[in-house]
């Protein structure tokens, strides 16, 4: 009894893994196809001392595990609102553990949803250092600058690595057209407006219906999205952050 049991076991693993294996390897074959599509010009990715104090703070690094995702930290090169490179030798996209099942639950989704598109990370894990430059040079008046840029004195979620900048790039390699650009500072950027400006003809149906795919997606992965960015999501709310989290900051770093 016992020995037809344990034969009846191995056949079910033996199942199983013939039915993972072959999801995963037309779900690889898909992506491969739009990495290959993709104009990014290639980075060498040496293991650099400000990643290292991420690992050691325990950060991982996204594409360990999901080698699909592409990504590409704007902060990482001069093509951001800044226009200068202040990630320096962080080019690799770092979050806290639950962060990544999070975002590996929202892979999940887009791949069931559309198997053909992957993600792209804009921005993870964010040293105080890089939160303050933006700070300082975020142009939208003293007034309103918390609403586009958290304040260094209170912390981004970002600096904890509980926060994700992303969207999402389709077959041919193009990042879905959301209505604006990254970092777009104004009211056509805000999620809860994206009905609103759909329906006064701001936004067409085709950028209404890519924006809402990845904020359905964000959300049902468990995400909450911020009011003024629709590529901003959080794991967790900036008091949790703080609370389980140690802020990453490069001081810290310095004798690593
Ligand atoms: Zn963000």
Redesign the pocket.
């Given at each position: 009894m016992l020995k037809k049991l344990r034969i009846l076991l191995i056949i079910l693993v033996l199942s199983s893994c013939f039915y993972d294996c072959q999801s995963k390897q037309s779900s690889d074959n898909q992506v491969k196809t739009v990495e290959q599509n993709l104009v990014v010009t290639p980075k060498i990715k040496p293991e650099s001392k400000a990643e290292k104090c991420l690992q050691s703070m325990g950060l991982v690094n996204i594409k360990d595990s999901l080698p699909n995702l592409i990504i590409d930290l704007k902060y990482s090169t001069t093509d951001n609102f800044i226009g200068i490179d202040f990630y320096g030798d962080i080019t690799n996209a770092f979050v806290q553990n639950e962060c990544l099942i999070k975002l590996q639950n929202a892979y999940q989704i887009l791949q069931n949803k559309k198997p053909e598109y992957t993600f792209i990370v804009f921005?993870a894990v964010r040293s105080l250092e890089a939160q303050q430059l933006m700070w300082d040079s975020v142009d939208v008046p003293q007034n309103i600058k918390h609403w586009y840029v958290a304040n260094p004195a209170k912390g981004s979620i970002?600096n904890f690595g509980m926060?994700l900048?992303i969207s999402i790039v389709d077959d041919t390699g193009n990042v879905l057209d959301m209505g604006t650009e990254f970092d777009y500072f104004g009211e056509l950027a805000y999620p809860n407006k994206t009905e609103y400006f759909y329906q006064n003809g701001n936004l067409s149906e085709q950028q209404y219906q890519n924006r809402n795919l990845l904020m359905s997606i964000m959300a049902d992965a468990g995400f909450y999205v911020?009011k003024t960015?629709w590529w901003?999501y959080n794991a967790a709310s900036l008091a949790y952050s703080k609370n389980k989290y140690e802020i990453f900051s490069l001081k810290n770093c310095a004798d690593e």
């Open positions: 921005d970002h926060a900048d911020s960015e901003h």
